[in-house]
């Protein structure tokens, strides 16, 4: 990832936002779609397998998918104010001992991370420049699901993300907003050997999963 965008990650993911995020976490749980993402995942059947979660925020999917069954997971951000909030999270909840935490870059920390049953990507994809390397290096890691909550390539939301990349040079902030083309972002997933299952949608949002028509085997 450009150097720009890790520090503008960093800097508008702060402490203070993961804060707020966490308390309307508190009062109504995950997002709407956050939930539509869970829910999805477990139809597919998670029980049982190992998650990787990219971008995990404030630890929402990991909470939700280690209840659903999930027996550990990896939670990757490029965010230290998130991290340190999801892993307080998770402490209060009694999950710590289960999720391990690393910072930094995903595409740079890939070859590190062990596959896992279930990769998530929740509105991640559109917070990285190069979408080919992160939807790939996140594919690669996926023995069996897959699931990416990203917004739909339309007029609306690319209008909406050039008047946010607007703010954002105003306020002299180094963080910026893509709209990546939605076929391919599939294209990308079908070429590393995953075929879309399911797709919701929300006005802002897709929500899918992808799955392995021949999934690698988990390690016991």
């Known amino acids: ?19 707020r995020q966490l308390k309307g976490f508190h009062r109504r749980g995950p997002d709407k779609t956050t939930r539509m993402l869970i829910a999805a995942l477990e139809a597919e059947g998670v029980r049982g397998l190992t998650l990787l979660d990219v971008g ?84 690669d890691k996926a023995q069996r699901i897959l699931g990416a909550v990203y917004p739909p390539n339309t007029w609306w939301m690319r209008v909406g993300v050039r008047f946010i990349n607007y703010i954002m040079r105003l306020r002299e902030s180094e963080f910026r907003v893509f709209v990546h083309p939605t076929d391919e972002i599939e294209g990308v997933l079908r070429r590393h050997g995953l075929e879309r299952a399911t797709k919701q949608r929300t006005f802002l949002w897709e929500i899918c999963t992808f799955t392995r028509a021949r999934p690698v085997p988990v390690a016991d």
């Open 1 to 19: 990832m450009a150097c720009e965008q890790c520090r503008g990650l960093e800097s508008y993911f702060g402490e203070r936002q993961a804060e």
């Open 56 to 139: 995990g925020g404030i630890g929402a999917v990991q909470l939700g998918l280690l209840k659903a069954g999930v027996t550990s997971a990896t939670d990757v951000d490029a965010s230290s104010g998130y991290l340190a909030t999801a892993r307080s999270e998770a402490e209060r909840q009694g999950l710590a001992d289960r999720i391990a935490y690393r910072h930094g870059d995903f595409t740079s920390l890939a070859a590190e991370l062990a596959p896992a049953g279930v990769v998530t990507l929740d509105r991640v994809i559109c917070c990285y420049p190069d979408m080919p390397a992160l939807v790939g290096a996140a594919a």
